[in-house]
């Protein structure tokens, strides 16, 4: 069964840091490519962050260019989003799939990143 987890999220204060994680599990992780989404209260999901199987290439939402990294360990079946610098508009809830696997698996529960002073 394909599932994704993810954690690490929290409150933290404009200009701070949060390292999210997703381990995902049920299908053959170190061969498809892992995307972090977010989604904010009354707004559709959007992309954020995107990273290929071997972890290159990285594309990122232009917003978050510069603050935010992506990278995998395919040994542990996760894939990281390292956010830093934040600001009141990345609150949201943030979560990672499969592109390839997105019409076919559920998504997570996501976990809930809130930048406020």
């Known amino acids: 069964q394909v599932q994704f987890v993810e954690s690490g999220g929290g409150l933290v204060q404009p200009g701070g840091s949060l390292n999210l994680s997703c381990r995902a599990s049920?299908?053959?992780?170190?061969?498809?490519?892992m995307k972090w989404y977010r989604q904010a209260p009354g707004k559709e999901r959007e992309s954020v962050a995107s990273?290929?199987?071997?972890?290159?290439?990285?594309i990122y939402k232009d917003s978050v260019k510069g603050r935010f990294s992506i990278s995998r360990d395919n040994a542990k079946n996760t894939v990281y989003l390292q956010m830093n610098k934040l600001k009141p508009e990345d609150t949201a809830v943030y979560y990672c799939?499969?592109?390839?696997?997105?019409?076919?698996?559920?998504w997570g529960q996501g976990t809930q990143v809130t930048v406020s002073s």
């Open positions: 990273i290929g199987s071997m972890s290159s290439p990285q």
């Open positions: 799939h499969a592109p390839l696997l997105q019409s076919e698996y559920n």
């Open positions: 049920g299908f053959t992780f170190s061969t498809y490519a």
